[in-house]
């Protein structure tokens, strides 16, 4: 620190001085320091304080970051003690500054402390109540801010810490705010039935009632909170017409068949807190840090202090709540909104291990949960701790003791919670993993919380994760086809971070299902997956005998044979020759000469395009050259990038071909062949209809490719590339720092990406739609006894079509000419001319 002088005090005569040795070399006084020496030197005090204390403002700050985050203390304490540094040291700028910034960013990063926050606010208030109005001037410009600005999860967040403030208004308070939301959700759900802003701005209503009422329970606000609950109630209970699309189990035959509820979380929380009304508001879980008979204790242990009538007679300030206006345009956000199902594994069974869905407790816990998870996605070890202490942010008795087993809770006694913090927290991740339309983040970060957290808290998360698995490998027949593939993803990748190990043999009866049954599929997937991010022969090991057909020895050769060293091979001996020029990094002339020769015997024995083979020889050969790692075939490609580009030009049959050779090359590592294909279509020597055609028309099998791991991944990563393109495009567009000019270029060639990306989804429709109805010539053909094999692809044909039917409907919310509106010109300030005033000559000095 700047002001403690930490320097070694040296002497005259280059010496180090060791209890006055003037002239002595370093080592020459052997004599042992002298505890008296600890405060004096040369008989002068010591001028390095050995434990000097922080500034205030420094312990102001950790103060209120550390708040909550011991289970030891009394969060009354804790929250009383800041209150105290903060309103002793108020005259401080750094510590006024240092007060006010915290505590509002606290709110919008760390949402468990917000009722803590709001307890110091309150302890503070009663001694200086310039603190609460700054902290409240403050909130409510950022409120007004995120408002405006249509920051959903901001303003629901900053309201939050002002509902929590509630007793220290003069008026109605946060009431009136509420009021005029409810309105403008009315207006935009009038507008139109899809809205989904509207949703979310009763969501936010929903939300904020409980904090409100259980930080002030004035009869006349419950009042007021049941009036505008009964309003809400007109639109949290109606179905919106997008939830089917975001339903996690819409292949089941009806609503009791599924896993789970999948209620919409607007709905349940309307539900919920009309329990709560009926109940008188008790809204248990929610903690009430402010308490002002604990204001009169000594935190010091001791018996509490004598206080004066004046004292006891104290009245807590009040302060005018804020203007906030609502404006009657609402801004809908930087991004598209869509209703939001309530995704539990635990919730609803017979033993409560998280809060039952009729309880407002888990409406309120998964908010919170998960507003910390997405918020702090840059540190997925902090977010992972939070999770792991999330019994200590909310009210005692909320849960049962970390780690307590399963078979436990049975013994719990009548009325005690059963509810288990590390149920709560996996829950919640996986709610996100399986969030439709698509999830915050990139999935992997949520994967990697999963695994953080295992490693803090390895015996209870692990039994957890047990039950989850199997809850949901139990529902993968009727689970969203796009779920279905993210839990294999996550799957893999877990049983990657801790060597595999999983009770596969609980699963060995889904073996002699067909390939096409979903449990059957997931299986050979999740295999395909661990063997990416592995070797077979160490998958294969982890294995019961039973799987091991599923992972024939070919799997086990990490570099592919090259076919043309078969002579049984067609084209075999020019494959040789073009694989060795290709090595010996040949002219481009004298390997066409032998392409030519290759195309000419082609054309000889009828081949319809005679460029097909001499792609195949010459693709294959590169594939060859690059085997050894992805960076040697990127090199390769590169290399011979322009001939590539020149025969996907020249035929389509020859660029399709392109894709068959680098799948067949791989055909037994098909995570290679996907991500070699991504590098193509990052240099257009492949195209996405072209990949889009290939997979669902040149090898639909009858269908049957549609429960191929190959398939979906394909599909995904082609359109991925095509949407985020558009959207790419989208963003440069509204980019208000670019010149106008440019501006319009892009407004221009917007239209044309935006219909290349409808032709894709419109040819992925027409080619599953057929297999969704079984109307395919060969299908007809090979089903029309219509077997059970039959009804599975079709099965899948279904599975594809709600899936991408989905996703095109969420990009033509983000990019469609009906919403994005006109290009939005500059905005030309008037110029501004300088009057020069007449000068009075009364007024010159001479």
């Not at 500034?55 to 929250?79: C, F, K, M, N, S």
């Not at 209620?263 to 508001?281: K, M, P, T």
């Not at 019961?544 to 001996?573: C, G, M, Q, R, V």
């Amino acid at each position: 620190m700047a002001d403690v002088d930490t320097r070694r005090d040296y002497g005259g005569g280059g010496g180090f001085r060791q209890n006055g040795g003037g002239g002595r070399a370093y080592g020459g006084n052997k004599r042992k320091r002298g505890r008296e020496d600890d405060d004096t030197e040369q008989g002068r005090p010591d001028r390095r304080p050995r434990h000097s204390e922080a500034p205030p403002g420094t312990r102001l700050r950790r103060a209120l970051l550390e708040i909550g985050d011991d289970p030891l203390r009394l969060p009354q304490e804790v929250a009383q003690n800041a209150a105290k540094l903060a309103t002793e040291n108020y005259e401080d700028e750094y510590v006024r500054d240092t007060f006010c910034t915290v505590a509002l960013k606290l709110a919008v990063e760390q949402p468990f402390k917000i009722p803590m926050i709001a307890g110091v606010i309150q302890y503070a208030n009663t001694d200086n109540s310039e603190v609460a109005k700054d902290i409240i001037s403050k909130a409510a410009s950022q409120l007004q801010e995120y408002l405006d600005r249509g920051q959903w999860r901001e303003l629901k967040l900053v309201l939050r810490l002002i509902a929590c403030l509630s007793p220290l208004y003069e008026e109605d308070g946060v009431l009136p705010v509420l009021d005029e939301l409810f309105n403008r959700a009315v207006d935009l759900q009038t507008a139109s039935q899809e809205d989904a802003v509207g949703l979310e701005l009763v969501k936010i209503i929903l939300l904020t009632i409980p904090y409100l009422l259980a930080a002030n329970g004035d009869a006349a606000l419950q009042q007021a909170a049941s009036e505008l609950l009964a309003r809400t109630d007109i639109i949290a209970s109606a179905q919106n017409p997008l939830e089917p699309l975001v339903d996690p189990y819409p292949d089941a035959n009806a609503p009791d068949e599924k896993p789970m509820a999948c209620a919409s979380v607007i709905s349940l929380l309307q539900r919920q807190l009309q329990d709560e009304e009926s109940n008188g508001w008790p809204l248990k879980c929610i903690p009430r840090v402010y308490d002002s008979s604990f204001k009169q204790a000594n935190t010091n242990g001791d018996a509490p202090e004598e206080t004066n009538s004046d004292e006891e007679a104290k009245v807590t300030p009040k302060h005018p709540f804020p203007t906030i206006t609502v404006p009657s345009t609402v801004n809908p956000g930087p991004k598209a909104l869509f209703p939001e199902i309530y995704f539990s594994l635990y919730a609803d069974q017979e033993i409560e291990s998280v809060p039952p869905t009729s309880s407002i407790s888990a409406c309120l816990l998964r908010d919170a949960i998960l507003d910390t998870i997405n918020i702090l996605d840059f540190n997925r070890n902090a977010t992972a701790r939070f999770l792991n202490d999330i019994d200590c942010y909310w009210a005692p008795d909320t849960f049962v003791k970390r780690s307590t087993a399963f078979d436990k809770l049975r013994d719990m006694p009548a009325g005690k919670s059963t509810w288990k913090p590390e149920d709560v927290a996996i829950d919640a991740i996986f709610s996100q993993i399986f969030q439709l339309p698509t999830p915050e983040h990139r999935l992997v970060y949520y994967h990697s919380l999963i695994t953080e957290s295992c490693k803090i808290s390895p015996g209870a998360i692990a039994p957890s994760l047990g039950r989850a698995i199997r809850f949901l490998f139990r529902g993968v027949d009727s689970m969203d086809m796009e779920l279905a593939f993210r839990f294999m993803d996550w799957f893999g990748h877990h049983l990657s971070n801790f060597e595999f190990r999983w009770k596969w043999a609980e699963w060995i009866p889904e073996l002699d299902l067909s390939a096409l049954s979903p449990k059957k599929a997931f299986i050979i997937g999740t295999l395909e997956k661990e063997i990416q991010l592995s070797f077979a022969k160490r998958v294969r090991d982890t294995l019961p005998a039973d799987y091991h057909p599923l992972i024939p020895p070919s799997k086990e050769n990490e570099i592919p044979e090259f076919k043309y060293n078969d002579d049984t091979t067609p084209y075999a001996k020019e494959g040789r020759e073009v694989l060795q020029m290709l090595r010996k990094k040949a002219a481009e002339d004298d390997i066409q000469t032998v392409l030519n020769a290759v195309q000419q015997q082609a054309l000889a024995h009828g081949t319809p395009d005679p460029l097909v083979p001499s792609t195949d020889i010459y693709l294959t050969s590169i594939l060859s050259i690059g085997s050894k790692s992805l960076s040697h075939v990127l090199s390769t490609i590169d290399r011979c990038k322009e001939r590539l580009l020149a025969v996907g030009a020249q035929s389509e049959p020859a660029r399709r071909q392109i894709i068959t050779s680098v799948v067949n090359f791989w055909s037994d590592h098909l995570g290679t062949a996907v991500n070699i294909i991504d590098k193509l279509l990052n240099y257009t020597i492949v195209t996405p209809m072209s990949v889009i055609q290939w997979m669902l028309q040149d090898r639909m099998d009858r269908g049957r490719a549609l429960a191929s791991l190959l398939a979906y991944e394909l599909v995904s990563i082609t359109m991925f590339k095509v949407t985020n393109r558009v959207r790419q495009v989208l963003r440069e567009r509204n980019n208000m720092a670019l010149p106008y000019e440019q501006r319009q270029q892009i407004d221009e060639a917007l239209p044309r990406e935006r219909q290349g990306m409808r032709d894709l989804f419109a040819a992925i429709e027409d080619a599953v739609a057929g297999v969704a109805a079984g109307a395919q010539d060969e299908m007809v053909e090979r089903y029309e006894d219509g077997d059970q094999e039959a009804e599975m692809v079709k099965m899948w044909g279904q599975k594809w079509l709600r899936v991408w039917r989905r996703k095109a409907a969420v990009e033509e919310a983000v990019v469609g000419e009906l919403v994005i509106g006109p290009l939005e010109e500059p905005v030309v300030l008037p110029e501004v001319v300088a009057e020069v005033e007449a000068e009075d000559d009364m007024d010159q000095v001479a």
